[in-house]
């Protein structure tokens, strides 16, 4: 009886064990892509590791579909605003892999364009609000962002926020902060 019990335990055990992430946190959600830009709300780059000379990134999404979105990236460059207009095409990392049910990644590029970059959740929070990105240009440079829906620009999961200063860490980048409340001017008025 108590080595069926200890069994269970090692059992349990290694399933949990095989759900925690490298900050040993349990992110027991689904990473799905496609969910994160199922959404009406812009979606804002908060802060990156990227060193570029834009502020205010959002996406804004004009249509999503089970396998692509299209969506509206807009920032801006210096002083002057660029609104360009992307498509992302879902993709499971590892294509193989059983255990993937959904994508966890979009390979980003200008309609009938060639890819420009990938771009890999990697964190989500429970809410579905926040997520952490790794993005792959074609160069081969590789960076993290933060990213949240509008509704939680002021209140971000402070689990996904520890999640990208992790990754900071790890990978010793520099970050800087995109957002402040003057950018929600850069998304048209309807």
Avoid at 109 to 137: R, W
Avoid at 167 to 190: A, E, F, G, H, S
Wanted: aromatic share 12%.
């Amino acid at each position: 009886r108590m080595a069926e019990e200890y069994l269970w335990f090692i059992f349990l055990w290694s399933i949990i064990a095989t759900h925690a992430g490298p900050t040993g946190m349990h992110n027991f959600n689904v990473l799905d892509i496609r969910k994160f830009y199922r959404t009406r709300h812009p979606i804002w780059c908060l802060q990156t590791t990227e060193r570029m000379p834009y502020t205010c990134k959002v996406d804004v999404t004009r249509m999503t579909t089970h396998k692509y979105v299209i969506f509206d990236r807009l920032y801006y460059w210096h002083v002057a605003k660029v609104n360009n207009t992307l498509e992302g095409v879902f993709e499971m990392t590892q294509p193989g892999d059983k255990k993937a049910t959904h994508p966890d990644t979009m390979m980003v590029h200008f309609p009938k364009i060639m890819f420009t970059e990938t771009e890999q959740v990697q964190y989500e929070s429970t809410d579905g609000n926040c997520g952490v990105f790794l993005v792959s240009s074609i160069s081969g440079k590789k960076h993290h962002e933060l990213r949240v829906r509008n509704v939680s620009v002021h209140h971000v999961d402070r689990k996904c926020l520890e999640y990208f200063h992790m990754m900071v860490r790890k990978t010793r980048q520099l970050y800087k902060v995109l957002y402040n409340d003057t950018c929600q001017r850069i998304i048209p008025r309807k």
